[in-house]
């Protein structure tokens, strides 16, 4: 069993800042990377950041500059820190686990985290 649980979304106005936490626990034999999606009502899912255990990082064309995607590989966590947020960063964020379990390297998903962007 593996458990993925994300936290630290909310409302914040625009130009503010947000930081997103994303926890793998359970049976983890090792992780290969984390990242982040978001969807945004009427729209697809969309790639935000990743991250792999050897700390290279992948961003959105969108959010180059403004995001900061890390991992603490001993907690089995990644954060996303959201600089200078625009009303169209508002949606559900999810992180997702690459990782192997006992049996099997899969993605894991967490149930997702509200960002809201508003004056």
């Known amino acids: 069993q593996v458990q993925v649980v994300e936290s630290g979304g909310g409302l914040v106005q625009p130009g503010g800042s947000l930081r997103l936490s994303c926890a793998a626990s359970?049976?983890?034999?090792?992780?290969?990377?984390m990242g982040w999606y978001r969807r945004a009502p009427g729209n697809e899912r969309e790639f935000v950041a990743s991250i792999t255990s050897g700390t290279s990082t992948t961003y959105a064309d969108s959010v180059k500059g403004r995001f900061t995607i890390a991992m603490d590989n001993a907690k089995n966590t990644v954060y996303l820190q959201m600089n200078s947020l625009r009303p169209e960063d508002t949606a559900v964020y999810y992180c997702y686990a690459d990782l192997y379990s006992t049996y099997i390297r899969r993605n894991y998903w967490g149930q997702g985290t509200q960002v809201t962007v508003s004056s």
């Open positions: 359970g049976r983890i034999v090792s992780i290969y990377a």
